[in-house]
């Protein structure tokens, strides 16, 4: 039995060991069956076809049987940047130069990669090194014009292109480029040809197709955009930015539920991208998805609580579809009054003023809220509003035994004030001079916030609301050229109209607004501001309404008078003071000159002027004088301050084009 068993044993272990040696011969066999230059060639045609993960997988394969092989390397190098893993690119850039020497396509590919990972010096050694050794390489001179346009020498850059488009002259990638420059300059027309050209010779490379679609976008050509859109996510749907940009465009055309569908396909590529989640709250907010769009962009802000956007996206969500009272506008009110509560304490009263309002609008019933804000009104030397304040917290039923006791001392301590002699009622105080539509226009913050042109320009639109100079249109408008605009704001009897456009990097943000003429469509005022780091969508609209506030000359009307003494409805609040003087014109008489820089009247209409003697918060009274031996002056005629010597309005310069911006653009195109 046991001599039974042990044969039995014997032959198990040996068919175990023949199976083993067969295991082992198929392998070897099979390893033999494919050289490290088949497994190359295998490597080349997935490259090819864009499949890039299974070219590193023949690439590794090739590399494993031949550890000296240069133009795998050189190949996995391509594939990983391809990918954006820029620094894994450099790796094997580096075994390629040690295995195949510096082939100028090696040292090329070593420069864009140093370029995406911001090593500047390096990248332009790199360039030189090539260029050096072949002054007409492509790739080379493609690297140091976007090297050029970085440090904003558009005149370098153009060189190098135009270098390229002299020996080639059907590069799409150098047209492309040209035509990003020229729409940045400003020359509309040349990038137009430009583009027009590149599309003749774009062939089937995604990026071009991307970069094709933006131009378009850019321009207010939403269809032909979205055709490319469609082109460069068919050649790389594996692509987030691609289909970002296609869910943007679907997302502007209304096309929610398509923009919502793209997004999610991206997300599953790119988990937690704070692009694609911004993109995403917004499409549900616009598809009526309101839970969705919260959560989503709630998600986002607890990913990167310093975005701004994400918070004013939200904001303007609750204030869009809960009702006054609702309770959620609380809890995104508070955190408008928190900061403000730390501007406070850093004495930075201007900006917690700012949050203050902003809390407010969104949830008017804050009680806590309002108080402080009262008592920082209090602060700034403004009585008659503070006591404003506290009789709206009486009416909303909020007031308790300390409101009360200073209801009635501050209506005590205002007796005597211009405004309660006067007794004004809210309505002689009128409504502002100067009405102004405000449109969003441009691709607005692509990759990083699409759309966040219209949120901006609708945080400019709610901080406006609380001049009493600027009038805001009820709503903020998208639009795609200026002639939609143009036409809007006439038709609907504005006096001014703003177009804005926003760009964006990951730190950066450039927001671009001009200010016309409603009825001629004249520039006025030209304003650029750029801000970096945290808080810069705050800080840049703080600068243009700076900007915009000092192109309006003051103007107010006469609510009352009694003889040759008069009330005008401004005051402290429009920095009116005791000498203050003013112009009195014929009601109905004063006009917005053709060029927009100012206002105009007949000579006959200038009936007199007004002195301030006395100043409230929000009026202001004064010593009329006459112009000529005739009293005509009435009731509800305009008041324009006279401005002192050398005061102008002058259009402002526009600064250099934003190339920074740029450059994160055609960056894309290697």
């Not at 391809?82 to 510096?102: D, I, P």
């Not at 400003?186 to 197709?209: N, V």
């Not at 969705?292 to 956007?309: G, H, I, R, V």
């Amino acid at each position: 039995m046991r001599k039974f068993v042990f044969l039995v044993s014997l032959l198990l272990f040996l068919l175990v060991l023949i199976m083993g040696s067969s295991s082992v011969l198929y392998a070897q066999q099979k390893s033999a069956e494919f050289s490290a230059l088949d497994l190359f060639q295998k490597a080349s045609i997935e490259f090819s076809a864009r499949n890039y993960y299974q070219s590193i997988d023949y690439a590794l394969q090739a590399v494993a049987i031949n550890p000296a092989y240069a133009p795998a390397y050189a190949l996995l190098a391509r594939a990983f940047y391809n990918l954006m893993e820029f620094s894994q690119s450099l790796v094997y850039c580096t075994q390629a130069f040690q295995y195949g020497g510096r082939l100028p396509e090696y040292v090329t590919l070593s420069g864009f990669c140093y370029l995406q990972t911001g090593e500047f010096s390096k990248a332009e050694k790199a360039f030189t090194e090539v260029l050096s050794a072949i002054p007409g390489d492509r790739d080379a001179n493609f690297g140091m014009a976007l090297l050029e346009v970085r440090s904003g020498k558009a005149v370098n850059a153009v060189a190098y292109l135009t270098k390229t488009l002299r020996a080639f002259p059907n590069d799409p990638r150098a047209l492309l480029a040209m035509a990003v420059l020229s729409r940045a300059e400003g020359k509309l027309d040349e990038a137009s040809k430009f583009i027009q050209e590149a599309l003749r010779w774009l062939g089937d490379e995604p990026s071009l197709f991307y970069l094709t679609a933006l131009e378009y976008f850019e321009t207010g050509k939403i269809t032909d955009a979205t055709v490319f859109a469609q082109k460069a996510v068919q050649s790389m749907p594996e692509n987030p930015l691609f289909r970002q940009l296609l869910a943007h465009l679907y997302y502007r055309q209304g096309a929610y539920q398509e923009a919502i569908n793209q997004v999610s396909t991206a997300l599953l590529k790119a988990q937690d991208d704070r692009r694609l989640l911004y993109l995403l709250g917004i499409s549900y907010a616009g598809s009526g998805k309101v839970q969705e769009a919260l959560q989503t962009l709630q998600y986002l802000a607890s990913l990167y609580p310093d975005d701004e956007l994400a918070r004013l996206a939200m904001e303007n969500i609750v204030m869009k579809y809960y009702p006054m009272e609702a309770m959620i506008r609380s809890n995104y009110a508070d955190y408008r009054f928190a900061r403000a509560r730390s501007f406070k304490d850093s004495f930075l009263h201007g900006k917690a003023l700012q949050e203050y309002r902003r809390g407010l609008l969104i949830y008017p019933y804050a009680n806590k809220g309002r108080r402080e804000y009262a008592e920082l009104i209090k602060i700034s030397g403004l009585p008659a509003t503070y006591l404003e304040e506290l009789l709206f917290l009486r009416d909303i039923g909020k007031a308790d035994r300390a409101i009360e006791d200073a209801i009635e001392v501050y209506n005590s301590i205002l007796a005597g004030s211009v405004y309660r002699t006067w007794k004004v009622t809210p309505l002689q105080l009128g409504s502002a001079p100067y009405s102004i539509a405000i449109y969003a226009t441009g691709s607005g913050g692509i990759p990083w916030h699409p759309g966040s042109d219209i949120l901006i320009a609708q945080f400019l639109r709610d901080t406006l609301i609380f001049s009493n100079q600027l009038k805001p249109s009820a709503t903020v408008s998208t639009v795609n050229t200026f002639t939609d605009a143009f036409a809007s704001a006439r038709e609907t009897g504005m006096d001014y109209f703003l177009l804005l456009t926003a760009q964006e990097t990951e730190r950066d943000i450039r927001i671009s607004v001009e200010l016309r003429q409603a009825k001629t469509g004249v520039l006025i005022r030209s304003i650029q501001v750029t801000q970096s780091g945290n808080e810069r969508i705050q800080r840049a609209c703080d600068r243009i309404l700076d900007d915009l506030r000092s192109a309006f000359k003051l103007r107010g009307i006469l609510i009352n008078r009694k003889g040759k003494t008069g009330l005008i409805n401004l005051g402290k609040k429009n920095k009116v003071e005791p000498g203050s003087k003013f112009y009195i014109i014929k009601r109905g008489m004063v006009s917005i000159k053709a060029d927009g820089t100012g206002l105009v009247w007949p000579e006959s209409a200038l009936i007199g002027m007004f002195e301030v003697t006395k100043t409230d918060d929000a009026v202001s009274e004064g010593n009329i004088t006459f112009n000529g031996p005739f009293d005509s002056i009435n009731i509800g005629d305009t008041v324009v301050l006279i401005q002192q010597e050398g005061a102008s309005n002058a259009i402002v310069p526009v600064p250099a084009v934003p190339y920074p911006y740029v450059f994160e653009t055609l960056k894309m195109l290697y």
